[in-house]
């Protein structure tokens, strides 16, 4: 089988490797589509929260058919859609710290596996990790629902599912964001404006009469970013960042907080609601792949990290899309 290795730190390639065996407990999957994440390129520089080494197959992001189940596996058999959480245990990530998605044959446990519901394809399914994560915070911010103007600052892939998310519950959505292909994404996903970040105040002034945003979903991670939510919310507001910043500083008005007594929190990663996020997105129909804009075969998988790693303005997510037979 062929499969995308991380052989040594920057350098990636594809390379041949056996069809893995199977225990007991365990499936054997055909991958379908991969989708490359900013985390994978951290990966392939060197940096993760958790030790790992290589070589490693990466992909964490993924939807693939069930192609072998083990004799004690029970609830799946060949032929099944399926998607998989990545947070195996605290010190264990799928596609981080063991090997991932990206080949044409892999084998996880049943535990990590989800169904996917009749209605979300293949594409969709290996977006369904970025979007638990929206949908996360989405649920952590509360009532999110059409009597709210909510802000998304940051309009890559999970800001871009945040878009999606809050437009589907029906609120007026706002995404804040430079680049022209992100803008048109969100529009694309529900969005009532998509606008520069030097037009937002602007923008949240005339669609909430004056108020403010009930809502800031902050998807950046950029400082700068996480203080201006702040003056952006509405008395009363919530405010919930998703984006992740470790260490970097800028001013804020702290004050706000307690002047608009504001409700404020973070999430990160999406613990415990892959299935209720699967059943909202097979309800409502949701369509996720105007995130999409590029697809590589296997043979160019190196090409989706390359993309991922040297982003222009046109890239929001690529996909790597395989078509391995069931043995």
């Known amino acids: 089988m062929k499969a995308l290795r991380f052989t040594a730190q920057d350098t990636a390639e594809v390379v041949e490797l056996p069809v893995p065996d199977i225990k007991v407990d365990e499936i054997l999957l055909a991958a379908r589509v991969v989708g490359v994440c ?14 790992f080494t290589y070589p490693l197959t990466p992909g964490h992001e993924w939807s693939a058919e069930v192609v072998k189940v083990g004799a004690a596996v029970t609830g799946f058999a060949p032929g099944d859609a399926v998607v998989g959480e990545c947070v195996l245990a605290d010190d264990d990530h799928f596609g981080f710290t063991t090997d991932g998605a990206a080949s044409e044959y892999f084998v996880v446990r049943p535990e990590w596996l989800h169904k996917l519901p009749t209605g979300i ?30 802000v998304v600052l940051g309009g890559g892939p999970i800001g871009l599912a945040t878009v999606a998310g809050a ?3 029906g609120a007026t959505v706002i995404l804040s964001d430079p680049h022209e292909n992100r803008r048109r994404a969100a529009l694309a996903l529900g969005a009532e404006r998509a606008v520069n970040p030097d037009e937002l105040d602007a923008v949240v002034e005339e669609l909430s009469n004056g108020r403010g945003a009930n809502v800031v979903i902050e998807c950046t991670g950029r400082p700068g970013a996480m203080a201006k939510a702040l003056e952006l919310a509405a008395f009363r507001g919530r405010v919930t960042y998703v ?26 990663g999406s613990p415990g609601v892959w299935e209720e996020t699967l059943r909202f997105m097979s309800a409502c129909g949701i369509d996720l792949t105007p995130l999409v804009t590029s697809r590589y075969t296997v043979d ?3 090409g989706a990290i390359a993309e991922a790693q040297n982003k222009t303005e046109n890239t929001i997510k690529a996909h790597i899309v395989f078509d391995a037979p069931r043995l």
Request: overall charge negative.
């Open 167 to 169: 437009s589907t519950l």
């Open 38 to 51: 900013h985390s994978d390129i951290d990966l392939l520089e060197g940096r993760y929260i958790l030790p």
């Open 243 to 268: 984006g992740i910043d470790v260490g970097r500083e800028a001013p804020a008005r702290l004050g706000l907080i307690q002047s608009k007594e504001l409700q404020i929190r973070g999430t990160i």
């Open 121 to 150: 394809d293949y594409a969709n399914g290996a977006l369904v990790e970025p979007f638990s994560v929206a949908y996360y915070a989405l649920m952590a911010t509360g009532n999110v629902n059409a009597s709210d103007v909510v």
């Open 300 to 302: 160019e998988a190196t």
